[in-house]
C-alpha cells in the first residue's frame, strides 16, 4: 500500500488551473498553440481550436490549415509561418473561413528554446478580432460620413458665398451709386446758392464712397471674382492682397497659362493657399513667402514656404491646429494630402497634393 493522497491532489490542482486556463482563454476569446516543425503539427488548445473552427480536433496540419485561410490573407499568413519556423517571433492578422462565414484572428508566436541539436519548437496564441474589425470598419463608416457632410457643407458654403456676393454687389452697389448721383446732382442744384448744403452733399459722396469699398472688400472675401478666370490669376490677386495687407515679401512660381481645373478643384487648392497665407500672416513673423503651383503626374502640386519662426507640427494646443486641419478636410475631399515640414526656428513648408483625374472621396 501506498499514500498517493499528495499526487491526488496535485492532480486536482492541474485539473483546477487546466480549467481555469481553458476558461480565461474562452472569455477573451484567445487560444495558444504550439507548432513542431519536425512533425509540421499544430497542437492547438480548446479555445484556439474553436477559433479556427476545428471543432474539437487539437492536433492540425499546417497544410489543411492554410487551406483555410481567405485567399486574400493567404500570403501573409505564409510569410508569418515561415517566419514562425525560423524560430523568429511574428504576428499577422488574416481571416479564416469558418462555418457560417468568415472570422478575423490576430496570431502571434515567440520561439521555446531548443535542446542541443534539435530545432526549436513555436509557441503562440490566436485571438478572435471579429468584432473588433466590425467596429473598426463602423467607426472607418462614421468617419467617412462625417468627411462626405463637411464637404456637403464647404460646397453648400462655398454657393452661399457667392450668391451672397452677387447680391451684395448687384443690389447693394447700385443702391449706393444711386445714392451716390443723387447726392452729386443735389450739391450742383443748391450747392452755389446754399454752401451749407454743398458741404454736407460733399460729406455724403465720401461717405458713400468708403461705405462702396467696404462693400467691394466685402465682396472679394467672400468670393473673388478672379477666381472664376482660374487659380493662377486668383492666386496672383491673393499674394498681391496679402503683400499689401502684411507687408511681407511675396514670391509665386505658377506657368504663364492656367490648369484645366473643375471648379470645385479650383476653389478647394484657393481655400488651402488662403488659409495657409493667413497662418503666415497671424503666426510665422516671417519676411518672406514663396507659392508654387504645379501640375505634374497627375497631381495639382501646391507648396508654401515661409522663412518665419516655425512651429512643431506635433504639438498639441496649437492655434495651428484647426487652419491645418481645415486644410487636410479640403484635400482630402478629393483623395488628397497635405505634408507640413517645419520646426522652431527654420520656416514652415506646406505642402498640398491633390490628384486631378479623381473626384471628390465621398463621390
Request: hydrophobic residues 40%; negative net charge.
Amino acid at each position: 500500500m501506498r499514500d498517493v493522497t499528495e499526487r491526488h491532489q496535485a492532480e486536482q490542482r492541474l485539473l483546477e488551473s487546466r480549467d481555469l486556463l481553458a476558461r480565461s482563454q474562452s472569455q477573451a476569446q484567445l487560444g495558444s498553440w504550439r507548432f513542431d516543425p519536425e512533425t509540421r503539427q499544430l497542437e492547438l488548445s480548446v479555445e484556439a481550436s474553436r477559433i479556427c473552427g476545428c471543432g474539437s480536433t487539437t492536433q492540425v496540419d499546417e497544410a489543411a490549415l492554410l487551406r483555410r485561410v481567405h485567399p486574400c490573407d493567404a500570403a501573409a499568413l505564409v510569410a508569418f509561418w515561415e517566419r514562425v519556423k525560423t524560430g523568429h517571433p511574428g504576428e499577422v492578422e488574416y481571416r479564416m473561413m469558418v462555418e457560417g462565414g468568415e472570422r478575423w484572428l490576430h496570431s502571434r508566436c515567440d520561439p521555446e528554446i531548443a535542446e542541443p541539436g534539435k530545432r526549436c519548437r513555436v509557441v503562440g496564441t490566436t485571438q478572435d478580432i471579429t468584432a473588433m474589425k466590425l467596429k473598426e470598419a463602423e467607426l472607418l463608416a462614421s468617419r467617412q460620413q462625417l468627411r462626405e457632410l463637411a464637404a456637403h457643407l464647404d460646397q453648400a458654403m462655398e454657393r452661399r458665398r457667392s450668391h451672397v456676393a452677387r447680391e451684395i454687389h448687384d443690389e447693394l452697389g447700385q443702391c449706393l451709386t444711386a445714392l451716390r448721383m443723387e447726392a452729386a446732382m443735389v450739391r450742383a442744384r443748391f450747392g452755389a446758392d446754399l454752401p451749407e448744403i454743398a458741404e454736407h452733399m460733399a460729406t455724403m459722396k465720401r461717405t458713400i464712397d468708403q461705405t462702396m469699398a467696404v462693400v467691394r472688400d466685402v465682396v472679394v472675401m467672400l468670393r473673388p471674382a478672379t477666381l472664376d478666370e482660374g487659380l493662377v490669376p486668383a492666386a496672383e490677386w491673393l499674394l498681391s492682397d496679402f503683400r499689401r495687407r502684411t507687408r511681407i515679401a511675396v514670391r509665386l512660381d505658377a506657368p504663364e497659362e492656367d490648369f484645366e481645373l473643375d471648379g470645385d478643384l479650383a476653389t478647394a487648392a484657393f481655400r488651402i493657399l488662403q488659409e495657409a497665407l493667413t497662418n503666415v500672416g497671424n503666426h510665422a513673423r516671417a519676411s518672406c513667402v514663396s507659392v508654387s503651383i504645379a501640375c505634374a503626374g497627375g497631381q495639382l502640386e501646391l507648396q508654401v514656404q515661409d522663412d518665419g519662426i516655425g512651429f512643431s507640427p506635433d504639438a498639441t494646443g496649437c492655434e495651428r491646429t484647426f487652419g491645418l486641419l481645415g486644410m487636410r478636410e479640403r484635400a482630402l475631399m478629393f483623395s488628397g494630402a497635405i505634408e507640413v515640414d517645419s520646426a522652431p526656428g527654420r520656416g514652415t513648408t506646406l505642402r498640398a497634393s491633390i490628384p486631378l483625374s479623381q473626384g471628390r472621396e465621398h463621390a
